[in-house]
């Protein structure tokens, strides 16, 4: 039962980076850039700040640092920047169908065999996603977007691999965050940034709280979890998003996208009961 609040609670997390980057990037609050680059500095400080309290080194050095740090900040720019076009539901079901793909196939590359059952719940998954993302008059967003939103889907996936392997999920993230900072500096510098007091507090909330904290959260539950099971469990973040972009920011709700929710949904607990079942049968 733990699990499953701790893993509700980082899927809710996660949608909610969505939700605050679109409502930062298109009510003129802020530009991606800065966005991005003040979310990845308050995640640092916060997260750098927990691991003061809490003791224990920062493992800057490691051997999985970089991979970490250019996959988060590969998903960083590809997140920000999508969100000037996307909305906020549409960018989550893109960035979160590319995390399953890319995190199925390396599950199949390194030997892994997803069972019958997980395969169905995927595909079910999966055509959802595919249902919401089929052109329509109510699609809110254009073909650059979707492109950038896959590159920070690649990113993602990457970042999740790498954080299976992490012993402190919680130094870990802190020193991804930390060797992100300068990666974006670099990338990012003299692309027209500006942003106004309402931006940069919703950058710091998202970079702090849902993105810092969020990422802890999500490495230290990672092992308990199998890659596939993981992979689906996040296609239920884009009908968080979903949601939040109705509530909060207006973003227009169709038939199609009711009916790819519930086909994500039903993709995903067929997927993660999966184990289950087939230790029943044991």
Known sequence: MRLILLTCLTMIAFAANSVLNRMAVDGGGIDPSSFAMIRVLAGAVALCMILTVRGGGLPLL??????????LAAYMIGFSLAYVTLDAGLGA???????QVTMFGWSALRGGHPTTRQLMGASMAFGGLLIALWPDDTAGGDITG????????????AYTLVGKRATDPLAATAANFVWTLPILAVLLFGTGLQAAPSGIALA???GAVT???GYALWYSILPQLAAQTAAVLQLSVPIIAIA???????????????LAAALVIGGIAV????????????
């Open 211 to 213: 993105s810092g904290l």
């Open 146 to 157: 979707a492109a950038l939103m896959v590159v920070a889907g690649l990113g993602w996936a």
């Open 244 to 258: 939040g972009g109705a509530l909060l920011l207006g973003e227009a709700l169709s038939l199609s996208l009711a």
């Open 62 to 71: 490691h051997r999985d640092r970089m991979v970490g740090a250019f996959s």
């Open 271 to 282: 997927a993660v009961t999966a184990s289950t079942a087939q230790a029943g049968h044991n």
């Open 204 to 206: 710091i909330l998202s």
């Open 93 to 99: 079901l893109i960035l979160f169908g590319t995390v």
